[in-house]
Nanobody, 119 residues
């Protein structure tokens, strides 16, 4: 059974940094495109950053230049480095994995980790 477990969420002041981790169990992430999504209270879930199995990255306009997604296939983990955090970055951040070349039956989500940006 595939599981994605996020960690690293915390309360941080505006301008601060956090690094989120997503550890995968029951599979190897090298065959997956990976992504970080977030959902703020009362809002829809949105894509924050994604990285393909080949290492191509994509970012939401709102986080470009501040967030960096990185995958470590040897550690079976994907990271999201978040710098210059803003209050509007407050959300539950979820990890996503989609097996390359497969349908939605091979898409997985983690339960999320809470990031709160506040004074």
């Amino acid at each position: 059974q595939v599981q994605l477990v996020e960690s690293g969420g915390n309360l941080v002041q505006p301008g601060g940094s956090l690094r989120l981790s997503c550890a995968a169990f029951g599979t190897i992430i090298s065959i997956y495109d990976m992504g970080w999504y977030r959902q703020a209270p009362g809002k829809q879930r949105e894509l924050v950053a994604a990285i393909t199995s080949g290492g191509i990255t994509n970012y939401a306009d709102s986080v470009k230049g501040r967030f960096t997604i990185h995958r470590d296939n040897a550690q079976n983990t994907v990271y999201l480095q978040m710098n210059s955090l803003k209050p509007e970055d407050t959300a539950v951040y979820h990890c996503n994995a989609v097996r390359v070349g497969s349908g939605p039956q091979f898409e997985y989500w983690g339960l999320g980790t809470l990031v709160t940006v506040s004074e």
